[in-house]
């Protein structure tokens, strides 16, 4: 298995609807995605993905997205004063943790069509989640499925 990794800086801000602390308020980050592609074998240049095409693609879209920008659960009050200033929220279904956010980057990298196994946000320096799915299970041979289990 081949696996390489890109780093895609950007600065955001958000808040967390109904939590009891200071990330209820208002606040930014200079994150990190840290995005992870796989591939059991190389294509005709030798690589698993051209870090160029990488960057390009999904730089592109967090640019375009998130950068610079603040994002906020939908239904969040915020998202009409930032509009109503001309500027614009990038809105998701959830709140936007560290988590939640490091699982919409890694379907956005799949809908990019890259073979993406794991995409990593880094919230600072020393704090960061990771998203991904879960391993694939075994079929037994009754039907039902199994976690596969490897031993070191």
């Keep these: 298995m081949f696996e390489i990794v890109k780093h895609i800086d950007f600065c955001f801000g958000h808040r967390l609807l109904d939590y009891d602390g200071k ?8 994150g990190r995605a840290e995005i992870r592609l ?5 294509d005709d240049l030798g690589m698993v993905a051209d870090f160029r095409d990488v960057r390009r693609t999904v730089e592109a879209w967090v640019n375009a997205n998130l950068d610079h920008r603040m994002i906020l ?5 915020l998202i009409d004063a930032i509009e109503g200033l001309g500027q614009e929220a990038f809105v998701m279904d959830e709140n936007p943790t560290t ?3 490091a699982r919409m980057l890694f379907h956005q990298v799949r809908q990019l069509g890259l073979p993406v196994v794991a995409v990593t946000l880094w919230e600072t320096p020393d704090s960061y989640a990771t998203f991904a799915p879960e391993p694939a299970r075994a079929a037994r ?3 039902s499925a199994r976690a596969a289990v490897t031993s070191n």
Excluded: K, T
């Design 99 to 101: 988590e939640n956010m």
């Design 73 to 77: 659960r939908r239904g969040d009050p």
């Design 141 to 143: 041979p009754n039907g």
């Design 38 to 42: 796989q591939a059991e074998s190389l």
């Design 23 to 30: 990330c209820n308020q208002p606040h930014g980050h200079n």
